[in-house]
């Protein structure tokens, strides 16, 4: 699992490990492991012309010593001073030791259109508000070269703790970073904005707890709900759906298709397009009631494609089982409603939709996306699955960390792929998941599936859908040990 901290948590650990080590070695532990993933970028660092943008904090200090770790075998290394009089005194002295040199006031235009890398040390992990304007000038004219950039620690102009990106920012190829992932390296916007990422171990010992965190298919693999050889249909759960209407009879049928692949042993549905969603799955148990004459269920998926049939809704959320509202559902239920729920419920926004549940612009979300499936999850006493480039889930209550999973591909930005992971995390629940587990794990098998689907062309919702069992097997194979 990849796990992100707060800014003020790595600080608290650097001074710590600061208070253990030889005065500067914990800079250069990080300037051999930036230096390091430059050589590899570059690939021959002998005759490469390299240019450092240097702020006048420890990240300016890393790129110095990184840069003079380069100039000793062979780089041509020039180092641009942002603030001169603030400069690290030892980082700048190393370099012109190694043979580097610095770009005079004025001068910077010309080494940065002709260097082969530039290595971003303008601001640290403290900086907020984007790039002031000279520093946003140096990086207009990066991106005019053909220059391969290497962001220390995090790409100056984004902010670490939210990733947020409040103005001009460095948009860097590789990202070096240093003991921890932090927020900013793994959420959209700035996400974007990191390029590869690439983690140092420089020895901070961290806090069981973290901010940010995403699973891997190692993880995926041990939640993933699986049989024994004493389950039978019921005793794997069972997924109500109540989704589609006249107009959107399609909603069902993607829903249904999502749950039928998401783990559980059976999928009740109940709404006026039950012909469709036979036609395409027979084995679906479908109910001319609504959802309270279903039968018995252990959990419930209501919204997608319900029009305005309130009462389904309203139904589905006074059942005493874990509910996921998606979709015209998040529209129709009322708050009160979902706050006074003594199950678990999950919601599944996208932007357009939490901006509208939380009454603000949509932008608003777009720019701020932790903070908006925090406030949401606050608001709404439930864990909230918001949709995305990156898909974040916070739990009901906060005190875990939030999830972020970004295995999805934009070719999933297409009509009815959200209804596909809504019936998914619907079957998860009903197997046992709680909410934060089974949104996760849901938009982590819906990125595969996703990416299966379309390789590289425009997909469907419906190739999404059966690319699942792909997906699944990807991160949990035949050959498994069994459980």
């Known amino acids: 699992m990849r796990t992100a901290y707060s800014v003020e948590t790595v600080r608290a650990a650097e001074r710590e490990l600061m208070a253990r080590l030889p005065e500067g070695a914990l800079m250069q532990r990080a300037a051999a492991g930036l230096a390091a993933a430059c050589a590899d970028l570059l ?32 780089a041509g ?48 992990i403290g900086g907020k508000g984007g790039l002031r304007p000279e520093a946003a000038e140096l990086v207009a004219v990066v991106e005019r070269s053909r220059a391969a950039v290497v962001a220390v620690d995090l790409p100056s102009g984004v902010e670490a703790d939210t990733g947020e990106v409040r103005g001009a920012a460095v948009r860097a190829d590789l990202t070096v970073t240093f003991g921890t992932h932090k927020p900013g390296l793994l ?35 041990r939640l993933l709900p699986v049989p024994s050889a004493e389950s039978d249909k019921y005793r794997r759960g069972v997924v109500g759906i109540a989704a589609g209407s006249a107009r959107y009879p399609g909603a069902a049928v993607l829903a249904v298709a999502g749950a039928l692949r998401g783990g559980a042993g059976a999928v009740r549905y109940v709404g006026p397009a039950k012909d469709e969603v036979l036609a395409r799955f027979p084995e679906t148990l479908v109910s001319d009631g609504g959802p309270r004459k279903a ?62 549940l939380l009454g603000v612009r949509r932008e608003e979300v777009e720019g701020g996306r932790l903070a908006a499936v925090r406030e949401l999850a606050a608001a709404y006493r439930a864990t909230v699955l918001l949709k995305g480039s990156t898909t974040l889930v916070a739990q ?68 999404v859908a059966a690319r699942l069992p792909s997906a699944w097997r990807g991160v949990y194979p035949p050959a498994h040990p069994p459980r």
Not at 201 to 206: K, P, T
Not at 311 to 321: I, K, R, S, T, Y
Not at 416 to 425: F, R, T, Y
């Open 77 to 124: 290394v020039a180092a641009v001073l942002l603030s001169p009089e603030r400069v690290h005194g030892g980082g700048l002295a190393a370099l012109r030791r190694a043979g580097g040199t610095v770009v005079r006031d004025g001068g910077a235009e010309e080494p940065l259109l002709r260097a082969d890398l530039v290595v971003d040390g303008i601001v640290g």
């Open 396 to 463: 009901a209550g906060g005190g875990s960390a939030v999830r972020v999973n970004a295995t999805g591909t934009p070719w999933l930005a297409t009509a009815g792929s959200g209804d596909v992971l809504s019936g998914l995390a619907g079957s998860l629940l009903a197997a046992g998941l709680d909410g934060r587990d089974a949104g996760s794990v849901a938009a982590y098998l819906h990125g595969l599936a996703g990416r299966f689907a379309a390789e590289g062309a425009p997909t469907v919702a419906h190739a």
């Open 187 to 221: 959420i959209d916007p700035a996400r974007e904005y990191a390029g590869s990422v690439r983690l140092v171990d420089i020895g901070l010992e961290l806090p069981e707890e973290a901010e940010l965190e995403a699973l891997q298919d190692v993880d995926v693999a």
């Open 295 to 356: 039968g018995r269920v252990q959990a419930w998926v209501a919204g997608p494609g319900v029009g305005d049939d309130a009462d389904a809704v309203a139904e589905v959320l006074a059942e005493d089982v874990p509910v996921l509202v998606d979709a015209d559902g998040l529209r129709l239920a009322d708050r009160e409603a979902v706050r006074g729920r003594t199950a678990p419920t999950l919601m599944t926004p996208h932007a357009g939709e939490a901006a509208a």
């Open 43 to 74: 690939g021959r660092v002998y005759g490469s012309r390299v240019v450092l943008l240097v702020g006048s904090g420890d990240n300016g200090g890393d790129a110095l010593y990184a840069g003079a770790r380069l100039a000793r075998r062979g």
